[in-house]
């Protein structure tokens, strides 16, 4: 059996049917445009199965199209007239497969077609009365073939009236004809199912699914439908239910549902147990389902221009189920003027988006699909009609009210999550279980089928079962890295499924270890990684201390990694080596604007210590020396007073966009705050950013809570961690360059914005106090007050004079001894 990926990549045909059909038979006629013969073809062949099977035919026969001789499909002989009117020359004319006849039109028998008299031949049969071989014009209630001189029709209907007033006393003669008149149009059809009865009459005492035609099955039901009350409709001999039966099955007739099970088949494209649509030119079985959704039966939409399935077929051509006709309405619950059906629920109109919309009741607050309501105020299935007779109830886990018993959606995405954590011998892994557990439980699991189904993340999950029997973060290793394998595998970690790691320092330690092997044995790879393990990447774990590393410190070290692979590639490119290289090599690399040149200069002068490099050479050192760049206080205090009083902005940007504005926070500092930071003393609200809290001014300290409270998070799993601003990989914040994304889209301008308020500051709060309250290191706070022309270098021996003066005794006013 073969997966649905690989089915599709097998089975996505190159061409289109039609276009194989036309070039069949472009072929044969050279005189007919071939836009002609496409549109003709197209009207007269309408399906693609169709058009496939003809073209399949016709290019291992082609011989019919210059003969017009069957036998061959009578599709093909209503191609050739309709072609031949359009004026085809080369294709030859349908003729009789009898005597050879030109036809004008068909009469068939299976794939012999031809004249009247030819194909359209009477039964002949030895007349019971007479003896003689004629046509059969009528047969007995007993089968018996009469002819038309002989046959005289016997009255087997007040034998049948005889028959039910003996089994139901209430029921008129008059009313049994009238059934039977209801039951078959036809003449020989109600004397059919009157013999039927009169032979066995216990097909109406509840046999009828052993009655020889189906016509008594309908004289049945018009009989219960007249007032018999002694007629019993027959249950389905499969299920047992009363049901109409429709299908023949062996000598009985069954209801669909039992006839759909016998003759149900495995499905060669989902593996499953399921009745039998059709078998493509390979004989593969597909079910319905499969082979409606079957690459080579779609087509391309004339309204959106995507290949899909088709949903319906308009003057314009085919069309997808987004694209099909549908009035249009408002919505309603969202008021929105869309394609939509009428809610069976409350008998209003409901949009598409709506139908699917997931949300937190505001009458019981559970949560589940809107069924009601306003968006504003949305209602759930209970709280719209609370008789639970109303609704039906999910058929696995039976609590679910929903318009019919198929699964909810939970129960839907435990089903899905199954069938992609199974493995081949049908297990699954104990941290996939885990996972599965957590994801069924999320409050929208209408997200998480449409994570579920994004075929990048199916293929990873798919990917990882098959080859690797045991979940472990080194099997993760072990396949191509992308970002959905990323976020996976944050999954696994916020449920408890994998242990933590800094996911940042690993992937660093990867592009170090490739960069390295780029090398070849030598002086060079020593050195660069004694700078890049033993310096670098020492310093930075003895800083972490079993913490996180952040964007900034993963970043530094790629950047040095970048500046001293650079330099030393220069350097292999002009047959040098860094311990032969000179200074005037140092200046003539840095000459050449390299991407990072202070980081180059830092390798330099770390290899001349560590003497990898001669003794003597120099690379400048590029230090900090103070903020530049403009300082708008009117734009910035604009910014902020819109983020303090507009709510049409998100709370969390708010908040973000004036720690930047107003304390002057780095988005690398602002995504790693978390709630503990935040605390309550009475009535005012504090923030930790450094050693010493800060009180929120109005409104900042209700935005502030309200943040608190109302964390949002676009993960799948709610986490319950500690991040004030949380990210979309599950337990982990929001990533810096989103941070720096949305607060752009907020107005704010991150460097800039930053550089004012930390300038503003340093002319108000001396260096220590502004380190202690921003979180900033001293040197830095006592560069932005020097710059920003504060004088603060008497406000420690101000603060010195004032305690000694408290301090000193008052000697004037002494009394004397």
């Known amino acids: 059996m073969t997966t649905a990926a690989t089915h599709d990549r097998i089975a996505e045909p190159e061409r289109e049917p039609l276009d194989e059909l036309v070039d069949v038979l472009c072929r044969v006629e050279t005189s007919l445009d071939r836009r002609v013969v496409r549109l003709?073809?197209?009207?007269?062949?309408?399906?693609?199965?169709?058009?496939?099977?003809?073209?399949?035919?016709?290019?291992?026969?082609?011989?019919?199209?210059?003969?017009?001789?069957?036998?061959?499909?009578?599709?093909?002989?209503?191609?050739?007239?309709?072609?031949?009117?359009?004026?085809?020359?080369?294709?030859?004319?349908?003729?009789?497969?009898?005597?050879?006849?030109?036809?004008?039109?068909?009469?068939?028998?299976?794939?012999?077609?031809?004249?009247?008299?030819?194909?359209?031949?009477?039964?002949?049969?030895?007349?019971?009365?007479?003896?003689?071989?004629?046509?059969?014009?009528?047969?007995?209630?007993?089968?018996?073939?009469?002819?038309?001189?002989?046959?005289?029709?016997?009255?087997?209907?007040?034998?049948?009236?005889?028959?039910?007033?003996?089994?139901?006393?209430?029921?008129?003669?008059?009313?049994?004809?009238?059934?039977?008149?209801?039951?078959?149009?036809?003449?020989?059809?109600?004397?059919?199912?009157?013999?039927?009865?009169?032979?066995?009459?216990?097909?109406?005492?509840?046999?009828?699914?052993?009655?020889?035609?189906?016509?008594?099955?309908?004289?049945?039901?018009?009989?219960?439908?007249?007032?018999?009350?002694?007629?019993?409709?027959?249950?389905?001999?499969?299920?047992?239910?009363?049901?109409?039966?429709?299908?023949?099955?062996?000598?009985?007739?069954?209801?669909?549902?039992?006839?759909?099970?016998?003759?149900?088949?495995?499905?060669?494209?989902?593996?499953?147990?399921?009745?039998?649509?059709?078998?493509?030119?390979?004989?593969?079985?597909?079910?319905?389902?499969?082979?409606?959704?079957?690459?080579?039966?779609?087509?391309?939409?004339?309204?959106?221009?995507?290949?899909?399935?088709?949903?319906?077929?308009?003057?314009?051509?085919?069309?997808?189920?987004?694209?099909?006709?549908?009035?249009?309405?408002?919505?309603?619950?969202?008021?929105?003027?869309?394609?939509?059906?009428?809610?069976?629920?409350?008998?209003?109109?409901?949009?598409?988006?709506?139908?699917?919309?997931?949300?937190?009741?505001?009458?019981?607050?559970?949560?589940?699909?809107?069924?009601?309501?306003?968006?504003?105020?949305?209602?759930?299935?209970?709280?719209?009609?609370?008789?639970?007779?109303?609704?039906?109830?999910?058929?696995?886990?039976?609590?679910?009210?929903?318009?019919?018993?198929?699964?909810?959606?939970?129960?839907?995405?435990?089903?899905?999550?199954?069938?992609?954590?199974?493995?081949?011998?049908?297990?699954?892994?104990?941290?996939?279980?885990?996972?599965?557990?957590?994801?069924?439980?999320?409050?929208?699991?209408?997200?998480?089928?449409t994570w579920l189904a994004k075929t990048n993340v199916q293929s990873t999950i798919t990917s990882l079962v098959r080859e690797q029997s045991t979940i472990t973060h080194d099997a993760l290793d072990a396949m191509p890295p992308s970002k959905t394998l990323d976020h996976f595998r944050s999954m696994l970690i916020s449920v408890g499924a994998l242990e933590f790691r800094d996911e940042g320092l690993m992937r660093l330690e990867r592009e170090v270890k490739e960069t390295l092997d780029g090398y070849a044995p030598g002086e060079h790879p020593r050195a660069l990684r004694g700078f890049i393990l033993w310096h670098l990447m020492r310093r930075l774990r003895g800083r972490l201390k079993d913490k996180p590393a952040s964007v900034q410190q993963i970043q530094n070290v790629r950047a040095h990694l970048a500046g001293a692979d650079g330099f030393l590639r220069w350097l292999e490119g002009r047959d040098k080596t860094l311990s032969g290289c000179a200074q005037s090599d140092v200046e003539s690399y840095l000459n050449t604007k390299p991407a990072h040149p202070k980081r180059c200069s830092a390798f330099v002068r770390w290899a001349v210590r560590r003497r990898y490099a001669p003794a003597g050479i120099k690379a400048p050192a590029i230090r900090w020396t103070g903020p530049a760049g403009p300082h708008d206080q009117d734009d910035r205090w604009a910014v902020a007073r819109r983020l303090l009083n507009e709510d049409s902005v998100a709370t969390a940007d708010r908040v973000a966009g004036l720690l930047v504005l107003l304390y002057a926070q780095t988005a690398s500092s602002i995504h790693r705050l978390t709630t503990d930071r935040v605390t309550r003393d009475g009535e005012h609200v504090l923030l930790s950013l450094g050693a010493e809290p800060i009180q929120m001014p109005a409104p900042l300290d209700r935005l502030m809570l309200d943040l608190v409270a109302s964390r949002g998070t676009d993960t799948l799993i709610r986490h319950e961690g500690d991040w004030l601003f949380p990210g979309r990989a599950a337990g982990q914040p929001i990533h810096v360059s989103q941070l720096l994304r949305r607060l752009r889209a907020a107005g704010v301008k991150p460097r800039q914005g930053r550089s004012t308020a930390l300038f503003a500051l340093a002319q108000q709060l001396p260096a220590a106090v502004l380190a202690r309250m921003l979180g900033v290191n001293v040197s830095v706070a006592v560069t932005w007050q020097r710059a920003s022309g504060g004088d603060w270098m008497t406000y420690a021996a101000a603060v010195a004079a004032r305690s000694a003066t408290r301090a000193r005794p008052e000697t004037g006013n002494a009394p004397a001894s």
Request: aromatic share 4%; with cysteine; net charge positive.
């Open 40 to 449: 003709v073809t197209a009207d007269v062949v309408q399906q693609r199965a169709r058009q496939r099977r003809l073209a399949a035919e016709l290019t291992e026969a082609p011989d019919v199209l210059s003969t017009g001789r069957p036998p061959a499909p009578i599709m093909v002989g209503k191609l050739l007239l309709a072609l031949r009117r359009a004026g085809a020359e080369q294709l030859a004319a349908p003729v009789c497969g009898v005597c050879g006849r030109v036809l004008r039109g068909l009469n068939f028998a299976g794939r012999m077609w031809g004249c009247s008299t030819c194909v359209s031949t009477p039964t002949l049969a030895a007349c019971t009365e007479c003896g003689q071989n004629r046509s059969v014009y009528g047969r007995d209630r007993n089968g018996r073939p009469f002819c038309r001189a002989c046959f005289v029709e016997d009255d087997i209907t007040a034998l049948l009236a005889e028959v039910v007033i003996g089994i139901d006393s209430a029921v008129t003669a008059e009313a049994v004809i009238g059934a039977l008149e209801r039951a078959h149009q036809r003449p020989a059809g109600r004397r059919q199912i009157a013999a039927a009865v009169v032979e066995r009459p216990e097909l109406l005492s509840g046999e009828g699914a052993s009655a020889p035609i189906p016509g008594v099955l309908r004289f049945i039901e018009e009989l219960r439908a007249a007032g018999a009350t002694s007629v019993v409709a027959p249950p389905c001999p499969g299920c047992g239910r009363a049901k109409p039966l429709e299908s023949p099955l062996g000598a009985v007739r069954v209801c669909a549902s039992c006839a759909a099970k016998a003759r149900a088949s495995l499905c060669s494209r989902c593996g499953k147990q399921k009745p039998i649509n059709h078998r493509d030119e390979n004989g593969d079985a597909f079910c319905q389902p499969c082979w409606a959704s079957d690459p080579r039966n779609r087509e391309v939409c004339v309204g959106c221009g995507n290949r899909r399935r088709v949903y319906g077929r308009t003057d314009a051509g085919p069309v997808c189920l987004q694209c099909r006709p549908r009035p249009e309405r408002e919505c309603s619950i969202c008021g929105r003027t869309g394609r939509g059906t009428i809610s069976r629920a409350t008998g209003k109109p409901l949009c598409d988006l709506c139908k699917g919309h997931w949300i937190v009741c505001s009458g019981c607050g559970d949560g589940g699909l809107v069924r009601g309501g306003t968006l504003k105020e949305p209602l759930c299935a209970r709280c719209v009609n609370p008789d639970p007779d109303f609704w039906k109830r999910c058929r696995i886990c039976s609590t679910t009210w929903q318009l019919t018993t198929a699964p909810c959606t939970r129960c839907s995405l435990d089903a899905r999550l199954r069938k992609v954590f199974t493995a081949d011998d049908g297990t699954i892994a104990p941290e996939l279980d885990r996972l599965r557990e957590r994801l069924v439980q999320v409050d929208r699991p209408i997200y998480a089928i």
